[in-house]
């Protein structure tokens, strides 16, 4: 005869086992800068504010150095270069029955940032993670596009990019299936003051030379 503690016992492991699955590790990644770790909510909505999905997303920043996941796409990020890093943890459905993540992206400031590389890890390695089609740089994001959707319960590799530049905040979205896309603070490369001070003095100097 099973116990009933017994029993609910073994529920209880099977659901976090279960949950593990579907779990990140980012937010409690102890290698990761403590300040610059957690989850942020995102709420997509279509152009008439009807919640289509949800979906949660893990973040950590690494200082140099300290990122120590193996990539599966992508250059290794250089030793001497922070890595910002990302996952897809939960998506629940809103109202629009099938709805799912296309596109992750986070903001970068015109390019100053000096990324590195870009690409994803599995975690574990060939865990059945939906891998984005694609990850590329754009003039003013880094972002991952998954061609076949991040559904509900369904869960992303860990995005990641490079850059020599500490954190600040910037914008992120992320945008699917009918629906507007939501917006929140993410981590992003803040580059160094005399960095951009350089590139302004470098504006200011074209500028003046095309008036005369």
Same mark, same amino acid.
């Given at each position: 005869?099973?116990?009933?503690?017994?029993?609910?016992?073994?529920?209880?492991?099977?659901?976090?086992?279960?949950?593990?699955?579907? !779990?990140?590790?980012?937010?409690?990644?102890?290698?990761?800068?403590?300040?610059?770790?957690?989850?942020?909510?995102?709420? #997509?909505?279509?152009?008439?504010?009807? #919640?289509?999905?949800?979906?949660?997303?893990?973040?950590?920043?690494?200082?140099?150095?300290?990122?120590?996941?193996?990539? +599966?796409?992508?250059?290794?990020?250089?030793?001497?270069?922070?890595?910002?890093?990302?996952?897809?943890?939960? *998506?629940?459905?809103?109202?629009?029955?099938?709805?799912?993540?296309?596109?992750? /992206?986070? $903001?970068?400031?015109?390019?100053?940032? +000096? &990324? $590195?590389?870009?690409?994803?890890?599995?975690?574990?390695?060939?865990?059945?993670?939906?891998?984005?089609?694609?990850?590329?740089? $754009?003039?003013?994001?880094?972002?991952?596009?998954?061609?076949?959707?991040?559904?509900?319960?369904?869960? /992303?590799?860990?995005?990641?990019?490079?850059?020599?530049?500490?954190?600040?905040?910037?914008?992120?979205? *992320? @945008?699917? #299936?009918?629906?507007? !896309?939501?917006?929140?603070?993410? &981590?992003?490369?803040?580059?160094?003051?005399?960095?951009?001070?350089?590139?302004? *003095?470098?504006?200011?100097?074209?500028?003046?030379?095309?008036? @005369?």
């Amino acid at each position: 005869m099973v116990r009933p503690v017994t029993l609910l016992a073994g529920v209880l492991t099977f659901a976090a086992l279960v949950g593990a699955a579907h !779990g990140g590790v980012l937010a409690t990644d102890g290698n990761a800068m403590a300040d610059w770790q957690g989850t942020r909510a995102f709420d #997509t909505g279509d152009l008439f504010g009807i #919640t289509v999905f949800t979906a949660d997303i893990d973040y950590a920043v690494y200082a140099p150095g300290t990122f120590s996941l193996t990539p +599966q796409a992508g250059a290794v990020p250089e030793a001497d270069e922070y890595v910002y890093a990302y996952q897809i943890v939960d *998506v629940a459905d809103g109202v629009m029955g099938t709805a799912h993540v296309e596109r992750y /992206s986070v $903001g970068l400031n015109g390019g100053n940032e +000096q &990324p $590195g590389v870009i690409g994803y890890v599995e975690v574990p390695p060939g865990d059945g993670d939906v891998n984005p089609s694609n990850s590329a740089f $754009g003039y003013l994001t880094a972002g991952w596009d998954f061609n076949t959707g991040v559904y509900e319960d369904e869960i /992303s590799p860990v995005l990641y990019f490079s850059s020599p530049f500490g954190p600040e905040w910037d914008t992120a979205s *992320v @945008t699917g #299936t009918m629906s507007a !896309g939501d917006t929140k603070l993410m &981590p992003s490369p803040a580059p160094e003051p005399g960095t951009i001070a350089l590139l302004a *003095v470098g504006a200011a100097a074209l500028l003046r030379r095309r008036n @005369t």
